[in-house]
């Protein structure tokens, strides 16, 4: 029996093995895919925080730019911004990214194994019994604690009832050969992609990385990230793209009552992690940074959980990342369901509005924690106008009555 098996090899996922491992508890890594890393399912842009998150010495390995500023393009607006020295993110592989924080867990004396689904648990007084295929063999894995880090839709939140009400954003992303740049460029428009935006990250030597992602509650009926990405690459015929991917952002929904992320039953736990938990940004989709410290946090729980045997331990969990991130979580979820209301000539106003605080923006703005600068921005008198009008849109439900851009 191992102490703790976590669910997935992605960054959080792995960072909860290695910081399990480093406690002592004996830990597993099960990765459904072929090869950890593969497919690629993220735009790839981080902030330098979340580099010294991953505790890795070779970053070199996997950055492919350093992005210096960005342009936010509104429909009839550009607004540039440049990112402070020390302060600037930087376009990264993935795959690459997803191997390194992998090598580090299991040399740190996780076990990892590969082309493995979950498919049943069972919990009972001795652990959790994990029923895993592996090369279509079933196979059973007893484990005291159980880390679900496998996704947006997590087996583990699944099969142990852990679901929550949450909303998915559906994305879709190319690479290929654009020109040069060491700017970001981001596309708000709902005609473009409605409940989010499209991006464009360059990645150096001529190539980028562009996409968009849609909330599908505020599309075109029976509308597909596809579809809008199609028109949104029709816009700019210069690229010549090379290969698509797909993916999910998860945003929490609102609530008074937190959905939870830590069950125990009997002598066992289970905790969610990273997308599992939609511990995201919902403002930007991202999550390598929170998943990461939420990583360290849950395999530093798990492991104290396991060896004294008090499953109970776990809820420390919760408390813990809440404390850290849940407030910015929060706000985000907010300001994306502003985002949903607004059209294309509010935003137009918006961003030349935040044209006047362009400079205190660059001197604050912080990817990892938006709120920092926006909650002041958003209650400029004119600003705020703006802001009650989507609210009084959202609660009376005109928010809804979507147009084909």
């Known amino acids: 029996m191992y102490d703790v098996v976590v669910v997935g090899a992605g960054p959080s996922g792995c960072m909860a093995a290695k910081y399990a491992a480093k406690r002592g508890a004996s830990t597993l890594i099960i990765e459904k895919n072929a090869e950890v890393g593969v497919p690629v399912h993220c735009a790839g842009l981080v902030s330098s925080r979340t580099l010294e998150e991953t505790e890795l010495s070779n970053i070199e390995s996997f950055i492919s730019s350093e992005i210096k500023g960005a342009v936010i393009h509104s429909p009839n607006h550009d607004m540039h911004v440049e990112a402070r020295a020390g302060n600037r993110a ?5 795959d690459v990214f997803d191997r390194a924080l992998a090598e580090e867990a299991v040399k740190s004396g996780a076990g990892l194994i590969t082309n493995s689904r979950v498919i ?5 007084n001795g652990g959790v019994r994990i029923r895993v295929r592996v090369a279509g063999e079933v196979r059973e894995i007893s484990a005291k604690v159980v880390i679900g880090a496998d996704g947006v839709r997590s087996a583990v939140a699944e099969i142990a009832g852990m679901n929550f009400r949450k909303y998915i954003l559906s994305c879709v992303q190319a690479e290929g050969c654009y020109g040069d740049g060491d700017c970001a460029e981001i596309f708000v428009s709902r005609a473009i992609a409605p409940g989010f935006f499209a991006w464009l990250i360059p990645l150096g030597d001529g190539n980028a990385r562009f996409g968009l992602c849609i909330d599908k509650r505020y599309s075109a009926p029976g509308s597909t990230p596809m579809h809008y ?3 949104f690459l029709h816009q700019h015929s210069h690229t010549s793209h090379l290969s698509y991917s797909g993916g999910e952002i998860p945003i929490a929904a609102a609530s008074l009552r937190p959905h939870k992320t830590v069950r125990v039953m ?11 938990a939609a511990q995201v940004k919902p403002i930007t989709g991202g999550g390598l940074y929170y998943g990461l410290k939420c990583g360290k946090i ?7 959980a396991a060896y004294k045997d008090d499953m109970h331990l776990l809820y420390d969990y919760e ?6 991130i849940w407030m910015e979580i929060a706000f985000g979820i907010w300001v994306h369901r502003l985002r949903c209301m607004l059209r294309d000539e509010e935003f137009d106003v918006i961003f030349r509005l935040l044209e006047r605080e362009r400079t205190r923006i660059e001197r604050e703005g912080d990817m990892d924690y938006p709120s920092l600068v926006l909650r002041e921005l958003i209650i400029k008198p004119e600003i705020f106008m703006l802001v009650t009008k989507g609210v009084i849109k959202y609660i009376c439900g005109r928010g809804l009555d979507i147009k084909e851009g």
Request: aromatic share 8%.
């Open 319 to 324: 408390r813990r990342w809440r404390e850290e």
């Open 229 to 231: 990405f199609k028109k």
């Open 266 to 276: 009997k002598r066992t736990g289970i905790l969610l992690v990273g997308d599992a």
């Open 298 to 304: 849950a395999g530093d729980i798990a492991a104290k």
């Open 120 to 124: 049943g648990m069972v919990a009972g």
């Open 90 to 94: 930087y376009a990264i592989r993935r």
